[in-house]
C-alpha cells in the first residue's frame, strides 16, 4: 500500500448518517493540504453514541481505506470528533496569588489546575479545559496566556467539557478495531468552529448551529472561546421522514427529493413551481409542486431552530447577545435554512459556515458537511504547531493530557 509520509494527521467524522476521513498534509509553512478524503454510511452510531460497534468499526476502517487509498499513504491514527448527550460543558474560574510578582507557565498551570478543580461525578472526565479569560489583578479581558505579566493574583475563567467514560471508551474501541488509535479525542464544536469561523468571527458572540442527520450541535462563542455546548436529537434524518410519511414514498427517495429540490422557507418558492421527480419502481416521473416540499420541510425546519433558540434562552442567553449565527453541518445545504434562520427565528444575520483554511482537495471539502472532518485537521494542525490554548483532562486521557502538557511546557519555555 501506500508510502508512510511525515506531518500527517487524520480527521474522523463519525456522524449518524457517515462516518468520514479526511487525510491532511502539514506543509511547512503550517497550512493543510487535504491529500484523501473517504466517506462511508453507517447506521452505527444514533444521537452521537455507538449502538453497534461492528457496524460502526467496519464503516470506519472503509473511510480510512478509501482515504488512504486517495492519498496514497498509510495512516495509523486519527483525531476523533465527539458530540452527543454524553457530553457536558461547563463553566468554572480559578484564582491563584503570583508569586514573585511574574506570571510564568508554572502560574498558568496553576491557575489552570485550580479551574480545573470541579466535582465530577464518577463516570465521567474531562477532555477540554478551554480558556476563556485570564484576569491580570484587575485587567480582565486576557485571551492568551498572560506569560511574562507583572500582577499579584491571576484568575482564569474556563469551559471545560466533560464526557461519560464509557460512552468515550466505546469510540476509541470502534476506531481500535478498525485497526487504529486515536491520537486525540475532540469536542465536535471545537473542530467545527475551527472550520468555519473567520477571523472577525472570532472577536465577536457567535451562534454556530451543526445540523447534520440525527443531531444539531450548538455552541455559543464569544471572542472565540466556547461559552455554552448543547447536543439537541433532532437534524435532517426527521426532515426525511416527514418526506416520505407525508409524501407516501421510500425513506431513500424522500432523501433524494430533499437534496435535490427540498426547500425550508417557503417565501422563497413561486406557487406555479413544479418539479418532476422519479421514484424507484415507478418508470414514469410524477410532477410535484415545490410548495407542498416546503409546506412538508419548513414546520420541522422551524422546530429544529425554535428548539436551538430555547435551549440558548433557557440557559440564560438571548439573540440580543449575538452578533450572528453560522449554519453548517449536511443540513445546512438545504435551500431556505439561512433565509428561515434569519427572517423567521434569530432575527440576526445568519450566514452558511463553508471549511476554509485549507488546500488540496479543498473543493470537495468546502462543503458544509465536511466541516466536521476540517476541522478535526485544522486542530490537529494547530496542536502540532503548539498553537493551540487548551489543556487537556486527566485520569484515562492521561496519554492526551500528558502529550499536552510535554508541548505545553515547549510552549512556554
Ligand atoms: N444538499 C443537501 N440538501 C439537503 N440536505 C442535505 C444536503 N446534503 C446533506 N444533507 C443532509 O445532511 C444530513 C447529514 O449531515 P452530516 O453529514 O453533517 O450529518 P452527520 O455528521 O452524519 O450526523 P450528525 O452530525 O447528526 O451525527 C442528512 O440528513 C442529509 O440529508
Ligand atoms: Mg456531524
Redesign the pocket.
Known amino acids: 500500500m501506500g508510502r508512510k509520509a511525515r506531518n500527517i494527521v487524520v480527521g474522523l467524522?463519525m456522524?449518524?448518517?457517515?462516518i468520514s476521513a479526511i487525510i491532511g498534509e502539514i506543509q511547512d509553512d503550517g497550512i493543510i493540504d487535504v491529500i484523501g478524503i473517504g466517506s462511508h454510511l453507517c447506521s452505527g452510531?444514533q444521537k452521537?453514541v455507538v449502538a453497534n460497534m461492528d457496524r460502526t468499526a467496519e464503516a470506519i476502517g472503509k473511510a480510512v481505506e478509501e482515504a488512504q487509498f486517495m492519498a496514497d499513504v498509510e495512516v495509523d491514527a486519527a483525531y476523533v470528533g465527539l458530540?452527543g448527550p454524553h457530553l457536558n460543558g461547563i463553566n468554572s474560574t480559578g484564582i491563584i496569588a503570583v508569586k514573585n510578582q511574574e506570571i510564568t507557565g508554572r502560574e498558568i498551570d496553576r491557575v489552570i489546575e485550580a479551574a480545573r478543580v470541579v466535582a465530577l461525578p464518577e463516570d465521567r472526565e474531562i477532555i477540554h479545559v478551554l480558556p476563556q479569560e485570564f484576569i491580570v489583578d484587575d485587567q480582565d479581558g486576557i485571551l492568551a496566556p498572560p506569560l511574562g505579566m507583572s500582577a499579584t493574583r491571576l484568575e482564569a475563567k474556563v469551559h471545560i467539557v466533560t464526557v461519560t467514560v464509557a460512552a468515550a471508551n466505546n469510540v476509541i474501541k470502534c476506531v481500535n478495531m478498525a485497526g487504529f488509535e486515536v491520537e486525540d479525542i475532540v469536542l465536535e464544536q471545537l473542530a467545527v468552529s475551527e472550520a468555519t469561523l473567520n477571523a472577525d468571527e472570532r472577536d465577536a458572540e457567535v451562534l454556530l448551529i451543526?445540523i447534520?442527520?440525527?443531531?444539531t450541535?450548538i455552541a455559543l462563542l464569544s471572542d472565540g472561546s466556547l461559552q455554552f455546548t448543547k447536543v439537541l436529537g433532532i437534524?435532517?434524518?426527521h426532515i426525511?421522514k416527514d418526506l416520505a410519511i407525508g409524501l407516501d414514498i421510500s425513506v431513500p427517495d424522500a432523501?433524494q427529493i430533499?437534496?435535490a429540490h427540498?426547500c425550508a422557507y417557503r417565501e422563497l418558492v413561486n406557487d406555479h413551481d413544479v418539479v418532476e421527480v422519479s421514484f424507484s419502481g415507478n418508470y414514469e416521473p410524477e410532477r410535484i409542486r415545490r410548495l407542498d416540499l416546503c409546506e412538508i420541510i419548513e414546520p420541522r425546519a422551524e422546530e429544529i431552530f425554535q428548539m436551538v433558540l430555547s435551549e440558548i434562552n433557557d440557559n440564560d442567553y438571548t439573540t440580543d447577545m449575538i452578533s450572528h449565527v453560522v449554519l453548517t453541518?449536511?443540513?445546512a445545504?438545504?435551500e431556505g435554512m439561512v433565509e428561515l434562520a434569519e427572517e423567521v427565528v434569530f432575527q440576526v444575520p445568519v450566514r452558511r459556515g463553508i471549511p476554509s483554511g485549507i488546500e488540496g482537495l479543498s473543493e470537495i471539502v468546502k462543503n458544509p458537511?465536511h466541516a466536521?472532518g476540517a476541522g478535526l485537521l485544522l486542530f490537529a494542525a494547530k496542536q502540532h504547531q503548539g498553537r493551540l490554548h487548551q489543556f487537556a483532562g486527566q485520569g484515562l486521557f492521561s496519554r492526551f493530557y500528558h502529550r499536552m502538557r510535554d508541548w505545553f511546557t515547549d510552549f512556554v519555555s
Request: hydrophobic letters at 15%; charged letters at 20%; proline letters at 0%.
Open positions: 467524522d456522524g449518524t448518517t457517515k452510531i452521537g458530540a451543526d447534520g442527520g440525527g443531531s450541535n437534524g435532517g434524518t426525511t432523501e430533499k437534496k427540498g453541518g449536511g443540513t445545504s438545504l458537511v466536521t
